[in-house]
């Protein structure tokens, strides 16, 4: 105990020496300190015009205070009435993508091949038609739908989906569901090649009938009327046109295979490519005409190879070849 005795003496002397600077330090802060007067002083000068200035600090708090309420229960009023018309999105919500396969390879298609799996175990035991029953529809190729789509699909999966397609197209039309409808809808053609109709060919005030045909580059136009089997070809008689004499058969074959050479007399005008392919296009141009005339003769023309068109062309040259099939002599070294 007397070896402490020291110790405290020196703490006591320590104290009473730093008296003077906790007393500065205790008037610093007492200095820092608003006063009330000061406060109310600062509050006036930020009220509006026409405030009563009497009024102290703390009851200007209260008076926002009051202000502040009064607006958030305005505010709440408002969303009430709002949210009947329309959802406001919270700025602080993260969007979430429409659909489930958003971050997949092939969303659309995934999201079309999903629905038409549902459809499936919800429908197939609905009763269906044979295919002689069924309207005839043309479904998208692979390419099409990847054009539609703008995904690049593999053939194997869009055959699954087309399994689908068609064993749900079979479903009774009457009993075929609205969904089913528009499920299919995705995968048919925009416009159906099975109602596209030939338009027929008249016979206008004059007794003529205008029949066109093609061949290669070579377009042909032929208008046949009744005569005795006078023929023009771009003004020109039948030998004046044509050189050859293949061409010239070739040109009057549909005439000749129906036996109606001395009936008919006919204007044509050809043009583009060769004599050839001029003489081939006014066979079909010619037997086209004829049989608006007459068509109880569309089987004998037809055998004859006159009312189908050619669609052979010529084949492109590749390169490497010296023609499109030719190749160069080989050497070996």
């Excluded at 029953?133 to 995904?151: C, H, I, N």
Aim: net charge positive.
């Amino acid at each position: 105990m007397a070896s402490l005795r020291p110790t405290f003496t020196q703490l006591r002397g320590r104290c009473q020496a730093s008296a003077p600077q906790w007393q500065q330090l205790r008037q610093m802060l007492q200095g820092l300190q608003i006063s009330s007067k000061a406060g109310s002083t600062r509050a006036a000068s930020t009220m509006p015009s026409g405030f009563d200035d009497s009024v102290t600090a703390d009851e200007f708090a209260a008076f926002n205070m009051g202000r502040v309420k009064s607006a958030l229960q305005e505010t709440d009023m408002r969303g009430e009435t709002a949210a009947t018309t329309e959802v406001r999105m919270p700025s602080h919500a993260r969007p979430l993508p429409v659909s489930p396969s958003y971050f997949s390879r092939q969303p659309e298609f995934n999201d079309s091949y999903l629905m038409l799996q549902k459809l499936m175990r919800q429908f197939a035991h609905l009763p269906t038609v044979t295919t002689d029953q069924l309207e005839k529809t043309a479904f998208r190729t692979l390419r099409d739908y990847r054009l539609a789509v703008g995904e690049q699909i593999k053939a194997s999966e869009y055959a699954k989906a087309m399994t689908l397609v068609k064993r749900l197209h079979k479903i009774h039309p009457s009993l075929q569901p609205t969904s089913v409808k528009d499920a299919l809808a995705k995968f048919k053609r925009d416009i159906n090649p099975h109602n596209n109709t030939t338009k027929p060919i008249h016979i206008d005030k004059f007794g003529r009938a205008l029949g066109v045909g093609k061949r290669k580059t070579s377009t042909a136009r032929a208008w046949v009327v009744e005569g005795t089997g006078e023929v023009l070809v771009n003004g020109k008689s039948l030998a004046d046109a044509f050189g050859r004499v293949h061409d010239r058969e070739s040109a009057m074959w549909a005439l000749k295979a129906t036996q109606r050479v001395d009936k008919y007399n006919v204007w044509a005008l050809v043009d583009g490519g060769g004599t050839t392919g001029q003489a081939e296009a006014l066979t079909l141009a010619v037997a086209k005409a004829l049989m608006a005339h007459e068509p109880a003769l569309k089987p004998v023309l037809r055998r004859a190879g006159c009312v189908t068109r050619d669609p052979r062309t010529v084949e492109r040259k590749k390169h490497g070849h010296l023609k499109a099939r030719k190749k160069p002599a080989w050497v070996k070294r």
